[in-house]
């Protein structure tokens, strides 16, 4: 769908990203005949693949009866899915209430307050698990005013990319996808594209991007061992995973920009990080696709970009 009819909503221009195909980070692997292409997820309306499953989630509830008019949507977030929710709702026309990280950066919380969401700050100390905790809390205290979505826990995160980005990623690589990476923060992108993928040819390999230790900056990304395990994910669907530093990450956020003219966030450094890893073991003929997670406009009063400007 290319969203250009006046009759349009935000909301319903979600997905139908572009694919790109990587062509100077990737080095010697054109040459050896290995392809690696990056779906961009930041280019959804509101810089996110995020908005896939809120669009999702929010929909179920509307349908369910559990999103009702008067209702707000509540939920715990580390910031991008909170700002999907809050352009959904701002769209549709319900209140966000976002429980958030208290360092979260300022660009996320400037965004949520221009599209009029509540922000709840939690201790930082527990990162997107204590903020989870807190919606949780709220919800079952109040649950006249607020929906509750529960994107950890809900089934309609992994769908969504069942029914769309694993599709897409099929038909945009004329069905020769042999690989996919994806990291893992609520597990939704990688758990539900991973599924589908697999039942379109079994032979797909897929691959779980992981931070390196559970101290790191790999926003929105969780290291498993360390964390409260997602109830959508499904330890079975990983073929193998690949642990990334966030240095790693943050010199393939810069190359990406500089190199490629992909201006993303930290997370996809990693996941660009990790599908070259692996692409680099890989035969001719292999093609490996990950996801661009978010727009670099949300990182920068960050340390990278601060030090990079002054140099």
């Known amino acids: 769908m290319i969203c250009v009819h006046t009759n349009y909503r935000i909301v319903e221009c979600v997905g139908n990203t572009p694919l790109f195909r990587l062509s100077t980070v990737t080095g010697e692997l054109e040459r050896q005949g290995v392809s690696v292409y990056v779906k961009a997820?930041?280019?959804?309306?509101?810089?996110?693949?995020?908005?896939?499953?809120?669009?999702?989630?929010?929909?179920?509830?509307?349908?369910?009866?559990q999103l009702t008019e008067g209702k707000s949507i509540i939920d715990g977030t580390s910031g991008n899915t909170g700002i999907s929710y809050a352009m959904i709702g701002a769209a549709l026309g319900y209140g966000v209430t976002l429980c958030l990280p208290k360092n979260a950066n300022i660009e996320r919380k400037r965004i949520l307050r221009a599209y009029g969401a509540e922000i709840i700050e939690t201790d930082p100390l527990q990162s997107s698990d204590g903020a989870q905790l807190a919606a949780k809390r709220i919800a079952e205290e109040e649950p006249e005013k607020y929906f509750y979505p529960d994107q950890y826990n809900n089934a309609e995160n992994w769908k969504a990319h069942y029914n769309g980005t694993a599709l897409e990623i099929w038909e945009?690589?004329?069905?020769?996808?042999?690989?996919?990476?994806?990291?893992m923060g609520t597990s939704g992108t990688f758990i539900g594209t991973s599924r589908r993928l697999k039942q379109l040819n079994p032979s797909i390999r897929t691959i779980a991007m992981q931070p390196d230790s559970p101290l790191h900056g790999l926003e929105g990304m969780k290291h498993l061992a360390t964390t409260l395990l997602p109830g959508i994910y499904d330890s079975k669907v990983a073929d193998g995973q690949i642990d990334i530093s966030t240095e790693e990450a943050q010199r393939m956020q810069l190359r990406l920009a500089r190199e490629e003219g992909l201006f993303v966030g930290i997370s996809s450094g990693a996941n660009v990080s990790a599908a070259l890893q692996l692409a680099a073991g890989l035969p001719p003929g292999s093609v490996v696709v990950t996801i661009l997670c978010d727009s670099g406009l949300r990182y920068l009063s960050d340390g990278l970009w601060a030090k990079e400007s002054s140099t």
């Open 172 to 183: 945009q690589t004329d069905k020769k996808i042999t690989h996919f990476v994806a990291g």
């Open 41 to 65: 997820e930041h280019l959804n309306p509101s810089g996110s693949v995020k908005d896939r499953a809120a669009k999702a989630m929010i929909l179920d509830g509307i349908r369910s009866g």
